[in-house]
Nanobody, 115 residues
Framework: QVQLVESGGGLVQAGGSLRLSCAVS????????MAWYRQAPGKQRELVAL???????TYADSVKGRFTISRDNAWNMMELQMNSLNSEDTAVYYC?????????WGQGTQVTVSS
């Protein structure tokens, strides 16, 4: 059974940095993509960054140039380096995996940016 566990969230001042990690347990035969989503209070969940099987990355316009997504070749770990954080980045961040015709989600990790 595949499980995703996020870590690295917390409280940070505006302008600061955080690094989120997503650990994948269980095996997959054909992973297609991994991504980070976030959901702020009262808002819909939105895509933050995605990395495909081939290594192509996609970012939300609001985080381009500030966030960097990466993963290991074994699809066991994914990370999100977040720099120049601002209050609009405050949200619960979720790890997402598309593999073997299934989608998997982590439980989320809270990121709070104080101004």
């Amino acid at each position: 059974q595949v499980q995703l566990v996020e870590s690295g969230g917390g409280l940070v001042q505006a302008g600061g940095s955080l690094r989120l990690s997503c650990a994948v347990s269980g095996s997959t035969r054909r992973p297609n993509a991994m991504a980070w989503y976030r959901q702020a209070p009262g808002k819909q969940r939105e895509l933050v960054a995605l990395i495909t099987r081939g290594g192509t990355t996609t970012y939300a316009d609001s985080v381009k140039g500030r966030f960097t997504i990466s993963r290991d070749n074994a699809w066991n770990m994914m990370e999100l380096q977040m720099n120049s954080l601002n209050s609009e980045d405050t949200a619960v961040y979720y790890c997402y995996l598309d593999a073997d015709w299934h989608t998997y989600w982590g439980q989320g990790t809270q990121v709070t940016v104080s101004s």
